[in-house]
């Protein structure tokens, strides 16, 4: 494109799922800027509507089609003066069903050709029916992101590993968002030197599988994980690290001393283990046992006695019996979690298991009820354990109300202080006074009162 021919268009990015496709929403928007795109806050006001899609579960799925009727009737209303993409693992996994369900839809585009984008609006302006692409090329799409990203914000999300190679029996992933591969080391640390410059103090690494970063680094070497945080927790100003989501099979003996010694990585961890039963692990293709899981929790907690555990939970896999379950909630109780997620098993077209015996409904919501409430109540239980500490705060940004400002615990739990300024960016003691269900109120410590 000619700069000239520039002129100023209004993006709107819808995103769904998980915080891969957050990333990936904003590197979107970073390759249009320089064709004159600038994002709004609504598709009324927009141009051009992105929806960043997920399949994890069929939920997410019909949710998608729900908001492309609604983006529909829009663009009637516009004349058809507005360009409909949609993107990420829907797209993927189902192309040709979205242009033949929703044929408004003038583009859909999967994971691996996001640095296309441009050329791919080309196509469609000059194109009469959708414009699809989602080849997955032989090169990686890490090396064609361009290096001038808007700025995330304090806490900044750095994607350095994509796809995987795991193929459990229930999960999309592998299909839709392809073979493992770890983006080389030198475009890490420069993105990362990037956000610090930008003003972020704590980075988290993004990947499906982030525990199993095998990046190219100087001279021919490979750097696992742990060797990567080690060399980010070098960079001046950055604060705090931390890296989503895990797999418990590559959390090696390194990786979880570094939770011990490396002091910018901050003491919480989310590794999903999904069932506490052997046989439905072993269905899920999960390759470990529950006792592998434990083992790791202990290691864990050994090497950093404060570490919270978040996970995973599918509930109603194919086979699962009431036995099977009550081996999960022993393993929860067991566990105790600060944080968890939990879902009723959601068959996934051409995955292994949806292809098995199904658990009734009925049955599955009374297992994820029964989980649900004890993994709430331990949830509870942990915020509440933090009442009477005095705990560093990130401060992120202004509260909701008047007269507060809000940050993160080194666990992750959004934190609310009465305070007249902003400390955005800063650091500071907070005493924790009160625990709510999903965060921790608290009162500001002065360096005065901490050394009193
Ligand atoms: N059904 C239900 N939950 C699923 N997850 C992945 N695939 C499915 C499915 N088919 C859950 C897993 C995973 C999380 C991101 O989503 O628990 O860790
Ligand atoms: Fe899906 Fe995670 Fe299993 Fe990979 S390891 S197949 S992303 S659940």
Known sequence: MNPTDRKLRKLHVVTHGCQMNVYDSARMADVLRPLGYTTVNSPEEADMVIMNTCHIRERAEEKVFSNLGRLRVLKEEKGGEMMIAVTGCVAQAEGELITQRAPFVDLVVGPQAYHRLPELIAQAHRKQGAVIDTEFPAEQKFDHLPDTAAPQGVVSFLSIQEGCDKFCSFCVVPYTRGAEASRPVASVLAEARRMVAQGAKEIALLGQNVNAYHGEGPAGSTWSLTRLLAELSEIEGL??????????????????????DNAKLMPFLHLPVQSGSDKILQAMNRKHK?????????KLRNARPDIALSSDFIVGHPGETEADFQDTMKLVRETGFALAYSFKYSPRPGTPAAGLGQIPEDVKDS????????????QDEFNAATVGLTTPVLFTSKGRHEGQIAGRSLWLNPVVVEHPTELTGEIHMVKITRSNPNSLIGTLISKEQIAA
Request: without cysteine; hydrophobic residues 35%.
């Open 239 to 260: 604060e705090r690290l931390r890296y989503t989501t895990s797999h418990p099979n590559d959390m090696d003996d390194e990786l979880i001393l570094a939770h011990r």
């Open 290 to 298: 529950a006792d592998a899981f434990r083992r790791i929790v202990d």
């Open 367 to 378: 297992r994820l009820y029964e989980l649900q409430a004890e993994l709430r109540r331990q």
